[in-house]
């Protein structure tokens, strides 16, 4: 079996009869890391997606960043305060700090970072996440001043996203959009890119003006590999040591024949499917709540996934919610009686044997989404129900969810931090095309707006936990349960420690010793 996987290994790292590269193998100082995709871009203002943010914030540090366990820690500031009403943060930088190329890093650049972001220029489409900030004043050359418009205790968090980090706006002047491609690119980070073969790899080397621990590994290459099971069988042959997933199908089988490989832990995130509540059938809560009785969430979570996921009521993660999600009152009645109630809502609703309720559910390619929608569609047959399956590539899956081309649809949300907003506001009129159901409730907006504006923990939490109930009851959604993070770790690396944000810097990660 092991000759077979050292082939599998030679045949994907050869092209066109040539060797093996042995510069993009695993190494005493270099860590193979592989990504669900390509990197987007190497402007961290341009990218929103997981692969590259992951790369990014390999070379990029702002006034905090993460730490091994996806919290937030001092960055290029070494201590902050923040004032009674927390509208007001104080970052003082640590001294002598430089970019990759020398060039000093000071206070002055941070206002000037946050202009770029919102300028329209740049189209940075994580803008928004920052729309909390009113400004950044630079009070000397050492002490950054951060005014809020809303109270936000996890400010700490939003400020390590590679968008609000040093970026190189000196290079940005001289070179203009050329700048990503310096090898190596100018950056403030514990790494700077020096090649990047598109479709291939990208290495990441040390910086040498890097302010913190020099013993950090010398090299990380960044793989993409968009078939997790092609990438399941790289880091069995030796040629890789982290992959970002692998099958579900696999899970079991992992943990028998190469137990310690797979790492599943609970993640910031929720999968759902979204009803179109803007027109008939779904336009109606009644509706929404009968099919959302009639599933059997225990059941898709130990069975269709078999991986550890939790079932979900609701869209808020246990961790957001005080520990513990929320539930309906129905969610505890067995199946036959929440069957007889789902049946009576929609004999209510005008749907019998006669007139049942037709819809298509529309899911975006893969196996997961497939399985979970042949399940909901068996799930709802005792019912007066009648469905169709249609599944497309995921560009127009979400496209055809932003312009309310569905009845219902596969979604869902992983945090970009790990605050009750983040999940709540997508859910809101303000968030335009990004609230697919179309969900409108005042009073819903009200509760997620006050719990915002509120600096008291105890207040917000309540608030926010109060608005998850509510839209668990108008049900614009349909939850099914919260996601697992699928990794696969080697052996020989040391320094990776699961937790709820899957947050797993370079820097933290280390070859171990024989």
């Not at 702002?62 to 290029?76: I, K, Q, S």
């Amino acid at each position: 079996m092991r000759l077979i996987f050292l082939f599998s290994l030679l045949l994907v790292l050869t092209g066109c009869g040539g060797a093996a590269d042995e510069t993009v193998l695993p190494g005493p100082d270099q860590i193979v890391r592989l990504s669900d995709s390509e990197i987007k871009g190497l402007d961290p203002q341009g990218v929103s997606d997981l692969s590259s943010l992951r790369v990014l914030a390999d070379q990029y540090e702002g006034l905090t960043r993460l730490d091994a366990r996806g919290e937030a820690e001092p960055g290029l500031a070494k201590k902050w305060t923040v004032s009674a009403d927390g509208l007001r943060w104080i970052f003082e930088l640590r001294p002598d700090l430089e970019f990759s190329d020398a060039t000093p890093i000071n206070a002055h650049l941070f206002p000037d970072v946050l202009a770029r972001l919102r300028a329209e220029e740049t189209a940075a489409p994580t803008r928004t996440l920052f729309d909390n900030i009113s400004t950044i004043v630079a009070l000397d050359a050492q002490m950054v001043e951060i005014r809020l418009k809303s109270p936000s205790p996890a400010l700490p968090v939003l400020l390590a996203h590679p968008a609000l980090s040093a970026i190189p706006l000196h290079r940005i002047r001289e070179a203009g959009n050329r700048w990503t491609a310096d090898r190596p690119v100018v950056t403030s980070g514990p790494y700077r890119l020096t090649h990047w073969l598109l479709n291939n790899h990208a290495r990441l080397e040390r910086n040498p003006n890097w302010h913190d621990d020099t013993k950090i590994t010398g090299n990380i290459i960044w793989k993409p590999m968009d078939d997790s099971l092609a990438g399941m069988r790289l880091i069995l042959a030796g040629g890789a040591d982290i992959a970002s997933d692998y099958p579900v199908s696999r899970h079991q089988w992992l943990e028998d024949n190469h137990p310690g490989l797979a790492h599943s832990t609970p993640y910031l995130g929720s999968y759902y499917f979204v009803f179109n509540t803007r027109k008939p059938p779904f336009d109606d809560a009644r509706v929404r709540t009968a099919l959302s009785m009639a599933i059997e969430r225990q059941w898709i979570a130990d069975k269709v996934m078999a991986i550890g996921n939790s079932p979900s009521w609701s869209v808020l993660p246990p961790g957001l919610n005080g520990g513990s999600a929320y539930r309906p009152v129905w969610a505890t009645w067995p199946r036959e009686r929440r069957l007889r109630e789902a049946e009576g809502i929609l004999r209510e609703a005008g749907y019998d044997a006669d007139n049942p309720l037709t819809f298509e559910i529309r899911f975006n390619s893969s196996a997961e989404h497939r399985r979970v929608s042949v399940a909901l569609a068996a799930m709802w047959q005792p019912l007066p129900v009648r469905t169709t399956l249609f599944n497309s590539e995921a560009a127009l899956h979400f496209s055809a969810l932003r312009q309310h081309d569905f009845a219902l649809a596969r979604s869902g949300w992983i945090a970009d931090i790990p605050v009750p907003e983040n999940f709540l506001m997508v859910h809101q009129p303000a968030n335009g095309p990004g609230n697919y159901s179309g969900y409108s409730n005042p009073a819903y907006d009200r509760l997620v707006n006050d719990a915002r504006q509120s600096a008291d923990a105890g207040k917000r939490a309540a608030l926010f936990a109060q608005a998850n109930q509510l839209l668990t009851r108008d049900m614009p959604i349909l939850p099914l349960y919260f996601y697992v993070t699928r990794s696969l770790v080697a052996s020989r690396i040391d320094g990776w420690d699961d937790n709820i944000s899957n947050v797993h810097p370079s820097r933290t990660l280390r070859i171990r010793t024989p």
